[in-house]
């Protein structure tokens, strides 16, 4: 069973830093692609970053340099490190992995974690 398990997440005042963890089990998480997603209040799900099983990363435009996505294979872990932080980054961050294999997708989903930005 793959569980992908957030962790990290908490209330920060604006301009302050938090670092999101999600720690994977039940895959081989080194093959697989790894990425954070966030959802505010009644707006749908965006991406935040991805990197793949190659340590390629991309990033949402508006989030470049402030946000910095990471992995630790050993760890079956991958990481978001989110520096100057906005109300605006308010959300709740989920945690993907997935994979593609023939025919389909692999696509599994954390719980997520709540993000509050705010003085």
């Known amino acids: 069973q793959v569980r992908l398990v957030e962790s990290g997440g908490g209330l920060v005042q604006p301009g302050g830093s938090l670092r999101l963890s999600c720690a994977a089990s039940g895959l081989i998480f080194s093959i697989y692609d790894m990425g954070w997603y966030r959802q505010a209040p009644g707006k749908q799900r965006e991406l935040v970053a991805r990197i793949t099983s190659s340590d390629s990363t991309n990033y949402a435009d508006s989030l470049k340099g402030r946000f910095t996505i990471s992995r630790d294979n050993a760890k079956n872990t991958v990481y978001l490190q989110m520096n100057s932080l906005k109300p605006e980054d308010t959300a709740v961050y989920y945690c993907?992995?997935?994979?593609?294999?023939?025919?389909?997708?692999?696509?599994?989903w954390g719980q997520g974690t709540q993000v509050t930005v705010s003085s």
């Open positions: 993907n992995a997935n994979r593609p294999y023939n025919g389909g997708m692999y696509d599994y």
